[in-house]
């Protein structure tokens, strides 16, 4: 995979509009990198990043409460590993679903509720 891939096309895309964006990723060094080249890039937006790892429950609310409201969220985060099936173990399974399901399910939970009492 590209080291900036999918969500930063679409974090750029959206601030390219205008829209303020926060960007998402495991490590600091990650995000600050993609945060640094979307500013440089020239975008109106305004961009920010926090580093949480959103397969697991700290890091989803780690994000949510440095940025607890949001119009439009872009469940992003995915993980695979090209292994023969029978070498796939249940530790994996539940990394994979945590990480490629229930971060997404975790933040659209919070953001849907936050945008529910605000309208
Ligand atoms: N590329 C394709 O052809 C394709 C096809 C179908 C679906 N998809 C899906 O589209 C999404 C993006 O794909 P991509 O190709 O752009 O993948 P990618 O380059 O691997 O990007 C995935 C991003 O998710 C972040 N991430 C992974 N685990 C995370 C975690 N636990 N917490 C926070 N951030 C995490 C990674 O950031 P860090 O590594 O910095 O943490 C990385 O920026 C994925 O969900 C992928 O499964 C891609």
Redesign the pocket.
């Known amino acids: ?2 080291p ?5 096309a679409i974090a750029k895309a959206l601030a390219k509009e205008g829209a303020s964006v926060v960007v ?4 600091e060094q ?2 600050n990198e993609a945060v640094n080249k979307l500013r440089a890039s020239g975008v109106r937006g305004k961009v920010e990043g926090v580093a ?4 697991a429950v700290g ?1 989803t609310d780690k994000l949510t409460r440095r940025f607890p409201d949001t119009d439009i969220l872009v469940n ?5 590993e090209v292994k023969p099936f029978e070498q796939i173990d249940d530790d994996d399974w539940k990394r994979f679903f945590e ?2 399901v229930l ?1 997404g399910v975790r933040l659209s939970r919070h953001y849907l509720a936050g945008m529910k009492k605000r309208n």
């Open positions: 995979m590209s900036l891939g999918i969500g930063f998402n990723g495991r490590t990650r995000v949480a790892d959103v397969g890091g992003n985060a995915g993980i695979f990480v490629n971060s």
